[in-house]
Every structure is written in structure tokens, then in C-alpha cells.
């Protein structure tokens, strides 16, 4: 019995116990023997000391057979969660420019609940970079950062999310194609565009250095000045205030390194 659920198995590689309830059945019939029930079936297949299941192989790079690894799930974001308090998820991203065969790209963070925001153009793109900026720039923040959410983009593997690990800052995965699931981050890049970057766009791919300071500068008016309507008017400096009296000493501090310049 055991030897032809494992043909079956090794046939249609993991059939299921449901499956192999419907196969198995005749092949029973045919020898008289009780066929076993469906959850006897999982029982059987989950005793086995490899759990019957066939394991695809693929050849590397010297030509020897490598055991496929199963991917593991990337953590998602909760349907309907929406944060609660500062610090509680942050979104980040990055925007990509182009001017002729130059490229130029613009990371960016975003408080969901405070609406606290901070960007960076950088000239190219990989997780060490996007890793320097996130280290920068969470000493910017007002309060510890307790979850971050990303596309699934090459950037925000490797270091990046080895930092976040080491850090205990838990990780979230947008599904692939669904940008809505990273709405507020998405909705700050359009601001961005739309403010700053298309009035600046010669400056990102001829002065670099100037681009960024001049981001600082907007960055400051955008946390500290702008009013958001999801903020009721407020700005995201007096949302953290008024949720945290305690970041009175951070604002200031922030102010006396210049805004967000710390880290250029």
C-alpha cells in the first residue's frame, strides 16, 4: 500500500490525498483490500520519513544537480490594516528618471500616520545604496521604526533587508504588480514629481550635489510648513508633536542640522 502511494506520488510529483484517494481506489478494488480513507492517506504520506515528496533538481553552474530550494513566503500586508501611531509602517520606494541614456532615481520614505517624509536622488540603484539611505535616515525619525514596506524590487533585498532584520524591524512585501498597496508612498512620489522634481529635472542630471540640498530645503517645507489634508491641516511636524510632546527635542535638533542634510 505504501509503495504505490509512493508511485503515485513519484508520478504526479506531491499528488495530494485527496487525489491519490481517487487513484488509489481501483488499485485496491483489484486486490481486495480496504482502500484507505482520505485522512489515513495524509497520515501515511506525513509519517514517511521524507514525507513521500519529490524535490525538483536543476543543474548549476559546473554542471552538478542542485536540490531546488522552496521559496518562503514573503510577509503582506494585511488587508484593510491601516497604521495607527508614528513609526508603526513606513512605506519607501524609489522613482526612476531618465534624460536621454543618463538615469537618475530618487529614494523615498513616507510615514503612513504622520505623513513625515524624506527623499534622496542617488545615480544608481542596489540595496547598499538604498541600505546608506535608510540608515541616514532613520536617525531622522522621531520615533522608532517598527515596520517597512516595499516592492519587491532587487534594492530592497541583500543588505537592506539584512539591516532591517539585524534591527528588528519587521519587513513588508507589496504583492507583485499592486501598487496600491503601497498607496501613500505612491501618492508622495506623484507630490514630489509634481512639486519639485519637474521644476528641477536638468539640476538631478547636472548637479547632483545641488539637487539633493535643494530636496533638503523642500523636504523642510513639506513636513514642517506644508499643511495635508489627511493631517486635517496640519502639518506631519505638528502631527508628531501634538501624538508626542516628547519630539519637541527631536524637532529641534533636526532644525539645527539643517533639515534633512545629515546624511549628504
Given at each position: 500500500m505504501l509503495k504505490e502511494i509512493r508511485r503515485l506520488r513519484t508520478e504526479l510529483p506531491n499528488l495530494g490525498k485527496e487525489q491519490i484517494f481517487v487513484r488509489l481506489k481501483p488499485w485496491c478494488e483489484q486486490r481486495y483490500l480496504a482502500c484507505p480513507s482520505v485522512s489515513t492517506i495524509g497520515r501515511m504520506i506525513a509519517a514517511a520519513h521524507d514525507k513521500m515528496r519529490m524535490i525538483p533538481v536543476r543543474l548549476g553552474s559546473r554542471g552538478k544537480a542542485l536540490l531546488v530550494k522552496k521559496r518562503s513566503a514573503k510577509p503582506r500586508r494585511p488587508k484593510h490594516y491601516r497604521p495607527v501611531k508614528t513609526g508603526e509602517l513606513i512605506g519607501m520606494d524609489a522613482i526612476e528618471l531618465?534624460?536621454?541614456?543618463?538615469?537618475?532615481?530618487?529614494?523615498?520614505?513616507?510615514?503612513?500616520?504622520?505623513?513625515?517624509?524624506?527623499?534622496?536622488?542617488?545615480?544608481?540603484?542596489?540595496?547598499?545604496?538604498?541600505?546608506?539611505?535608510?540608515?541616514?535616515?532613520?536617525?531622522?525619525?522621531?520615533?522608532?521604526?517598527?515596520?517597512?514596506?516595499?516592492?519587491?524590487?532587487?534594492?530592497f533585498l541583500g543588505n537592506f533587508d539584512k539591516t532591517l532584520q539585524e534591527a528588528a524591524i519587521k519587513h513588508?512585501?507589496?504583492?507583485?504588480?499592486?501598487?496600491?498597496?503601497n498607496a501613500i508612498c505612491e501618492r508622495f512620489n506623484r507630490t514630489l514629481r509634481e512639486q519639485f522634481i519637474e521644476f528641477n529635472e536638468i539640476l538631478l542630471f547636472e548637479d547632483l550635489a545641488l539637487f539633493n540640498q535643494k530636496l533638503a530645503e523642500y523636504l523642510v517645507l513639506y513636513n514642517s510648513k506644508r499643511p495635508h489634508k489627511a493631517l486635517a491641516l496640519m502639518t506631519p511636524v505638528e502631527y508628531i508633536l501634538k501624538e508626542n510632546k516628547n519630539c519637541n527635542m527631536w524637532w529641534t535638533h533636526t532644525l539645527n542640522c539643517n533639515g534633512v542634510w545629515i546624511w549628504l
Open positions: 531618465r534624460m536621454g541614456e543618463l538615469r537618475r532615481y530618487v529614494i523615498t520614505m513616507i510615514d503612513e500616520c504622520s505623513n513625515y517624509a524624506l527623499a534622496l536622488a542617488v545615480p544608481s540603484l542596489n540595496s547598499d545604496i538604498v541600505n546608506h539611505f535608510f540608515s541616514r535616515a532613520a536617525r531622522l525619525f522621531p520615533v522608532g521604526i517598527s515596520q517597512i514596506i516595499t516592492d519587491n524590487g532587487k534594492e513588508l512585501w507589496t504583492y507583485p504588480y499592486t501598487p496600491k498597496m
